[in-house]
């Protein structure tokens, strides 16, 4: 079902579409906890610690390719508001392309890469193998990550957000039968943990893609579109390589971090890494309004109605605002009970709660920024600005960076975990100030035009 968010009021057409994503998002999460939580009470807490330690690697190789598949949706949202019928058809297939070419890049530069950066990044030698093992199926499979992504994007684009969520349930489901079935009854570790993820997001995306062919002609490109267009391959390049390198940055600098994690030893990094993904959980809702605003300023960008998009802008604060602040006491209510989820009962929880209560508490301080970087941020690149959303991801870095290199020299852990709110706090401010920048350009060039 195609949603044009072109017309009506912008608050209540915003919290309509973006609700179905929260809940698609928070279900990729669960997707996620499910195999912490299972390796974690099946097959150890040193197994739980090895899938911990390769999340900011995941999340770098991940968010990449969440990131060009998004930045090809975005002139197929702009193309769906200005009714190009066609035109939306050719960036469809061009960005499939584009996207095959990139899987076999990714893939292989991935692998590759692989065991140089766990080594860099001072993966305790217990956990190095099952570490390794793990990030390996994952890159291997990307190819799954990617178009389940990408097909989703397209959806979303032209204002559906509600099939994307029911295949993904779907999924996560699938997700959790897997892990059990290969972890429990197959005996594979955390290989069946990351088996269990890459074949539940390949039957995502094949769903993903036999509906859009069955049920959204206006997606679904014909013979003659299946070529590689210069002017797509341009465009598309030019926003999703800025929007996968933001990713990457991000990644890179949660990665410095992790570095710093895992310098207090396998038990601190797998209280880290359940308090992580407790927090992950509660915080969706902020990447789901990111997501919305994407196709809602990508849609009045294609039709020309920039006022609307500031009208968009000012509603999704509000709502981020209440939402920040509900998420901040829902995740410090949660914590204790949470981390019993991801531990047998041999694992002494008093000596894993500190760890975990240091990260949390210093991160639910800043929710409020966090929450404003996805509006900026989105905004911008549904606009068709790439470059400043980047930059918002340089800043995280840098400011990562320089906590983490203190928390090093000093063997800080609480530092260590202020690396987030520092880098958080930092990007806020450079996005509010780009996205007064891009609103005023914006305006300039279409008085001029």
Request: aromatic letters at 10%; glycine letters at 8%.
């Amino acid at each position: 079902m195609e949603k044009d968010m072109t017309k009506g009021k912008p608050l209540p057409v915003i919290l309509k579409f973006v609700l179905p994503l929260i809940i698609g998002n928070i279900f990729q999460q669960l997707y996620n906890m499910a195999d912490t939580i299972i390796v974690g009470r099946f097959v150890g807490a040193d197994a739980l610690a090895a899938v911990g330690s390769t999340g900011t690697i995941m999340f770098l190789v991940v968010g990449f390719a969440q990131g060009i598949t998004a930045g090809f949706s975005v002139l197929t949202a702009q193309r769906f508001g200005a009714k190009d019928e066609e035109g939306v058809k050719v960036s469809v297939a061009n960005g499939i392309l584009l996207s095959l070419i990139f899987t076999v890049a990714i893939s292989a530069l991935s692998m590759i890469s692989m065991h140089g950066l766990l080594k860099l990044m001072n993966t305790p030698d217990n956990i190095f193998q099952d570490a390794y093992t793990y990030i390996m199926i994952i890159s291997a499979g990307i190819i799954a990550t990617i178009f389940y992504n990408l097909f989703s994007s397209y959806l979303r684009a032209v204002g559906n957000s509600r099939t994307p969520l029911v295949f993904l349930v779907f999924s996560a489901v699938l997700n959790v039968i897997l892990d059990l079935v290969f972890i429990i009854n197959f005996k594979m570790g955390v290989a069946g943990a990351a088996s269990a993820t890459i074949l539940s997001q390949g039957i995502s995306a094949i769903l993903c893609l036999v509906y859009i062919y069955t049920k959204m002609p206006a997606l679904a490109p014909n013979r003659h579109h299946w070529k590689l267009h210069s002017k797509e391959s341009r465009h598309q390049l030019a926003m999703g390589i800025p929007m996968a390198l933001q990713f990457a940055i991000t990644a890179s600098g949660t990665m410095v971090m992790q570095s710093a994690i895992n310098l207090f030893g396998s038990t601190a990094v797998a209280a880290f890494t359940a308090a992580n993904k407790v927090q992950n959980l509660v915080t969706q809702g902020m990447i789901a309004m990111g997501q919305t605003m994407a196709t809602y300023s990508g849609q009045n960008f294609g039709k020309g109605d920039i006022p609307r998009i500031r009208q968009g802008v000012k509603a999704a604060l509000q709502a981020c605002i209440v939402y920040s602040i509900g998420a901040a006491i829902l995740v410090c209510l949660l914590l204790k009970p949470a981390l019993g989820l991801f531990f047998t009962g041999d694992v002494d929880m008093s000596a894993m709660l500190p760890w975990a209560k240091t990260y949390v508490y210093l991160s639910v301080i800043f929710y409020i920024p966090l929450s404003t970087i996805f509006v900026f941020r989105n905004t911008m690149q549904g606009c068709g600005y790439g470059f400043l959303p980047m930059m918002g991801g340089v800043s995280e870095l840098i400011a990562r960076l320089v906590v983490a290199m203190i928390s090093m020299a000093l063997t800080s852990y609480p530092l260590a975990c202020f690396c987030d709110p520092a880098a958080w706090f930092t990007a806020a401010v450079f996005t509010g100030v780009s996205y007064i920048f891009v609103m005023k350009d914006i305006r300039k060039k279409y008085e001029t035009a």
